[in-house]
Every structure is written in C-alpha cells, then in structure tokens.
Nanobody, 115 residues
Framework: QVALVESGGGLVQAGGSMRLSCKAA????????MNWYRQAPGEQRELVAS???????NYADSVKGRFTISRDSAKNTVYLQMNALKPEDTAAYYC?????????WGQGTQVTVSS
C-alpha cells in the first residue's frame, strides 16, 4: 500500500481557490503529524503547512491567512485549502509525514497559478 497519495492540483487563475487532498495509509495517518511542502522550479522544497495529531496547525508566513490545513480521521486524509492564490504559489505540492523513523512523501501534485 502506498503511504501517501495526493490529488487536486491543476491550473487556476490568480485570486482563485483550490483544495489539495492527501490520503494516507491508516497507521501513518493515526501516528503522524501531517505536512504539506512545495517546490518551485529551481527552488528548495519548503514547508507550507503542518497539522499535528491534535489538530494544532502551523503555516509558512507566505501563506498565512490564505491557506488552511485540516485532517479528517474518518477518511485518513489531510487537506490543504488554498484561497487567494498568487502566481508565486505555483509549485509542485507534496504531502509528507514522519513515523516510526521513516519519512514518507507523496508523488506530488502540480499547482499552477496564472496571472
């Protein structure tokens, strides 16, 4: 079973919204903080948002007030709701978790914001 599978990327105009989903293997989801990273071409991968098992969230300054991370325990899924998107949000977005000394990454989903 693949640990993390993302979905929901695509093309959106600036100012628009998009929701990313990451379905996790049950054991990984129940025992892990869940994170969203992104990587633009030529840039380092950066942490965008994280949510711990209790639902406490943290955000990069660049997305505060625009992005919301949430988790649904019934579906073993973490979401990233992205509003007021900007061209600089264009990147490949990756779901991430760390459990039992193993780091898991999803396959990535491309988000492109046109100006």
């Amino acid at each position: 079973q693949v640990a993390l599978v993302e979905s929901g990327g695509g093309l959106v105009q600036a100012g628009g919204s998009m929701r990313l989903s990451c379905k996790a293997a049950p054991l990984v989801f129940r025992n892990s903080d869940m994170n969203w990273y992104r990587q633009a071409p030529g840039e380092q991968r950066e942490l965008v948002a994280s949510i711990d098992k209790l639902g406490t969230t943290n955000y990069a300054d660049s997305v505060k007030g625009r992005f919301t991370i949430s988790r649904d325990s019934a579906k073993n899924t973490v979401y990233l709701q992205m509003n007021a998107l900007k061209p600089e949000d264009t990147a490949a977005y990756y779901c991430n978790s760390n459990w039992n000394a193993i780091t898991y990454w999803g396959q990535g989903t491309q988000v492109t914001v046109s100006s």
